[in-house]
């Protein structure tokens, strides 16, 4: 680490401990309240009916026999939502027609869209009267064709999932011409497809491209090139709560949401767009949240609620079961890609290329764009593509999950550069080192890297024990996989009371997923000198404090402790302000140090946080310490994962023997919670890598919709997960933070397939690497029952 | 609508009396007649453990167990596992190790662990393990919670 990076925040007190978080005594006695966990007299139970089919055109409508239902107080349908589009005859206004998309995905209008599309709504005086209302609304469907993969969706005449939307961009695909050009010639001059009405549109919602250098002569310096083709399914970030909203509309237009989400400002602002009233007649209050993992960032539930509480005039209700979730919110995407890369004989990469094909699901918005940026991040690149395809397919419309974008396309960077440095027989860790991206390093995506901590990862990376033991045994194999993910900022805005105990209230927008609560108060703890229990955080809701953006991107330990920085700075300012008043001397000559505010010269005047506190009431009044922020500077997270495996022969079952996670976190406010964020992420891969995926049958529904069969990592499956903390300080924090949350999910699949490779002599190539998948793999390779290795 | 059944039990060693109809489940009966919101609902088809409680010293979903099932039984929720004065070891251990991040699997872990260390104060981490498999965490990746409940066995044993 650079030694002056390290002394600046060496004598900090309270950043880097590890105290109980403030929130926690009320989530281990089960008192916390999440969104299900609230109720109101006269309360009303909703339910949502949803579509049968994966891609349907809605004839109509009729819901008067639920109506007639005893207990049925409202239904609601797009037909009750505001349709702001319709007035934009252009049909160009990107804003409108992100709000159709937005409403048309809260309950579907003229076509459902992916099995399990919300179509209308139901409140009843319970939740089992609901549930038998929606029975009785009677739907008339025309059954059209479900889009169901990339390949299907690129096909000339395979039907328009969006009709009369995307055209085909000028460098578009069609399936034809796709697999055999992909890489060696994937931009397409499309103009010859432009011919008649089918041809016109397509289903490619979007197009990416980045360039470097000279993408043909790289390849021709190349000693070794390797080229492969992957395929992921959909996979869902498996919160334990199921979403729910309540809602309260009241007679005067003004709405209450309850809520757990990531952001109730966000939530608070899609509500208002789709309902159609300004955001400032809705009051979202945060719920405690359930995970999110970044599957909680959009609205599905809440402008529903809030409609229902219009027509009745009663608090409405709705919770999703576990089906629901699975079906009818955001998965991640499932995708097809191919990457080529090319080095010298000494293992310098001389070029790579990449082509991302992701499935957006049923509206436009796969976050290829950002795994196109990811997927050779880590790397010093002299020459370089990458191309992304946003594709609508008859699935559920993906929604963030964790470093969106970056995890699949990791696998199969990840797994190239293995096979690479095995080709040329150079230790996978010193490969990486040898190409590292640092200081100064052009990304192929353009931007030049500030201070990052990757050569710093990958040196600990080589000389942790777990790298430096024997793996050995048959069947046995080790992988590493490197990771990058931006690491995000966004507006965060932070109040802190002095109360007259001496403790401080501190007031933030960040919903605590975990452990932020703390971490946030770490920072005011660490200005104002006082133990971190008497600083009191809490959530305000959208009425109670600044805008604050999303909990996402890695980012509230970075913008909001930031922000808490600031607040907790400018309380110390104004009651260093009071103590000089009351002394009748200069501000400038009154400091606070280690929770006492004491005179440059005169040791007489002295006074405890406490004991300023308390007067300052009758000194000139309370004082409110704010800051309302949007800063920029967040530092970009390096993760490398190493992983032992046993492969089973005879079953194709994988064992994960040991599991070790490096990562430079910039600087790790709460340790344990940083180390949380590295074992959850780690984990949350490797159930994408060996168990996750929704399976679908032919026509589009769902077939494992439960925990049963969609199956996620228990403790059962797992061993300690490992972790090493990296800390090459974010230039860009007050105390070096960069983010931690979403990079740990990036290398697994890729670390585990390589481990896999180093264990039997397969180079996997679809997620998940599943019991059955990975023994048709053997069985294809060489036979069921050979014990390789030793 | 079905007639309602009356019912007396113990719940977190009070005798309690409420009316559920008999297609109403356990945690249904917990949550939204009894108002004790503690034991959460994740899944509802017992897959996931975030309604665990004990049933006359067994586990259970409450999920999967029908409220009239519940007659003269005694059951110990997440409300009743603190004691008067101050936390279980557990719930102390789960602070103390950070074995919580979102909490909303927190309760049925603490239950589901609770039930384990008062059967078999000595459990090792493969035992703890195998007992635990039953509920779902999507946060922490179980590290922590496994290192909570070997500690929280100390300190039990110290008790």
């Keep these: ?790 | 609508m079905s007639e309602k059944v009356h019912i007396e039990t113990n719940i977190n060693g009070s005798q309690v009396e409420f009316l559920c109809e008999p297609r109403q489940s356990l945690l249904e009966v917990l949550r939204d007649v009894l108002d004790m919101t503690g034991t959460k609902e994740g899944c509802n088809d017992g897959n996931c453990g975030a309604c665990t409680v004990i049933v006359d010293d067994r586990i259970i979903d409450s999920c999967l167990m029908l409220a009239v099932e519940s007659q003269g039984k005694k059951i110990t929720t997440i409300e009743g596992v603190a004691y008067t004065d101050r936390l279980h070891p557990l719930q102390q251990a789960f602070l103390e190790n950070a074995a919580l991040q979102c909490g909303i699997c927190t309760p049925g872990f603490i239950v589901a662990a609770k039930s384990l260390l008062d059967r078999e104060p000595d459990a090792d981490e493969g035992r703890i393990r195998q007992w635990l498999a039953g509920n779902l965490c999507r946060c922490t990746g179980y590290d922590k919670i496994v290192r909570a409940v070997l500690a929280a066995k100390e300190t039990m044993k110290n008790e």
């Excluded at chain 1, 006269?42 to 004839?59: D, N, V």
């Excluded at chain 1, 899609?270 to 959009?298: L, R």
């Excluded at chain 1, 490797?686 to 399976?695: F, H, R, T």
């Design chain 1, 1 to 790: 680490m650079n030694n002056m990076e390290a002394s600046k925040f060496e004598k900090l007190r309270f950043v880097g401990s590890r105290p109980i978080r403030h929130d926690g005594l009320e989530k281990v006695t089960g008192q916390a309240r999440y969104g299900a966990d609230i109720s109101f007299p006269q309360m009303l139970y909703g339910k949502i009916l949803r579509s049968p089919y994966a891609h349907a055109r809605i004839k109509s409508i009729d819901f008067s026999r639920a109506l007639a239902l005893e207990g049925v107080q409202a239904v609601v349908t797009s037909s009750d939502f505001p349709k702001p589009w319709l007035t934009d005859e252009t049909g160009i206004d990107s804003k409108l027609i992100n709000i159709k998309f937005s409403s048309n995905n809260v309950l579907a209008g003229e076509k459902v869209l992916y099995k399990g599309h919300a179509v209308a709504g139901v409140a009843a005086s319970n939740a089992y009267i609901a549930e038998k209302a929606l029975d009785l609304i009677d739907v008339s469907y025309e059954i059209l064709p479900p889009i169901l993969d990339v390949m299907q969706a690129i096909k000339v005449n395979a039907g328009i999932i969006h009709e009369g939307m995307f055209p085909y961009p000028e460098s578009g695909l069609i399936a034809s011409e796709f697999n055999s050009s992909l890489i060696s010639n994937s931009t397409l001059d499309m103009s010859n497809h432009h011919q008649g009405d089918d041809s016109k549109y397509s289903n490619i919602a979007g197009y990416y491209i980045q360039e470097i250098g000279d993408i043909d002569k790289g390849f021709m310096d190349a000693d070794v090139v390797v080229e492969r083709e992957y395929n992921t399914g959909s996979v869902h970030q498996g919160y334990i709560e199921p979403h729910s909203a309540t809602a309260i509309w009241n007679r005067d237009g003004k709405v209450t949401i309850w809520c757990s989400s990531q952001g109730h400002f966000g939530m608070r602002d899609q509500t208002a767009e789709v309902v159609g009233i300004p955001a400032s007649d809705i009051k979202v209050i945060p719920m405690e949240i359930g995970g999110g993992f970044g599957g909680k960032t959009t609205v599905y539930l809440e402008p529903v609620v809030a409609m229902l509480s219009k027509k009745t005039g009663r608090p409405v209700k709705i919770t999703m079961t576990r089906q629901e979730v699975f079906e009818g919110t955001g998965p991640t995407l499932g995708s097809y890609m191919k990457v080529k890369i090319g080095a010298t004989k000494d293992g310098m990469i001389t070029a790579a290329q990449a082509l991302l094909a992701y499935e957006a699901g049923a509206f436009p918005g796969s976050p290829v764009n950002m795994g196109a940026q990811c997927i050779f991040a880590p790397y010093d690149i002299p020459n370089g593509k990458v191309e992304g395809f946003d594709i609508l397919v008859n699935k559920p419309k993906v929604a963030a999950y964790r470093a969106p974008g970056a995890p699949a396309a990791a696998f199969a960077g990840e797994t190239v550069i293995d096979e690479l440095s095995c080709k040329l027989n150079i230790d996978p860790l010193l490969f990486r080192l040898k190409n590292s991206a640092k200081e100064g390093t052009r990304r192929i995506s353009g931007p030049v890297f500030p201070r990052i901590g990757f050569l710093e990862t990958v040196e600990a990376s080589r000389i942790h024990p777990h790298y430096l033991s024997d793996f050995g045994g048959p069947n046995r194999g080790r992988g590493v996989a490197a990771g990058f993910w931006f690491n995000g900022s966004g507006p965060s805005s932070v109040i802190v009371n002095a109360n007259a105990d001496g403790t401080v209230s501190l007031i933030e927008g960040s919903p605590d997923i975990g452990g932020t609560r703390v971490a946030v108060a770490m920072h005011v703890a660490e200005v104002l000198g006082i133990p971190i229990a008497d600083v009191h955080p809490s959530i305000g809701d959208t009425d109670s404090i600044g805008f604050t953006s999303m909990t996402g991107g890695s980012s509230v330990a970075f913008k909001t402790g930031w922000a808490a920085y600031q607040a907790a700075q400018d309380l110390k300012a104004q009651m260093i302000e009071r103590a000089s008043d009351i002394w009748d001397v200069e501000a400038g000559e009154v400091n606070l140090k280690d929770g006492k505010f004491n005179h440059s010269t005169n040791q007489d005047l002295q006074m405890d946080f406490k004991e300023l506190a308390g007067m300052l009431n009758a000194t000139g009044g309370p004082i409110v310490g704010r800051a309302a922020i949007n800063p920029g500077g967040a530092g970009a997270a390096i993760s490398v994962h190493i992983v032992d495996v046993e492969v089973d022969p005879e079953t194709g079952k994988l064992t994960i023997l040991r599991y070790t996670v490096v990562q430079d976190v910039g600087k790790a406010i709460h340790p344990d919670y940083v180390e949380g964020q590295m074992q959850g992420g780690a984990v949350q891969g490797i159930g994408w890598a060996l168990n996750e995926e929704y399976i679908f049958d032919k026509e589009g529904v769902i077939k494992n919709p439960t925990f049963l069969d969609y199956r996620m990592p228990t403790s059962l499956d797992l061993p300690m997960i490992d972790t090493h903390i990296v800390e090459v300080n974010n230039p860009g924090h007050p105390y070096g933070v960069r983010g931690v949350g979403e990079v740990p999910i990036v290398p697994p699949m890729a670390a585990i397939a390589n481990a896999i490779n180093s264990a039997v002599g397969i180079r996997m190539n679809t997620l998940p690497m599943s019991p059955p998948v990975l023994l048709e793999a053997l069985w294809a390779n060489n036979g069921a029952g050979k014990v390789y290795g030793d």
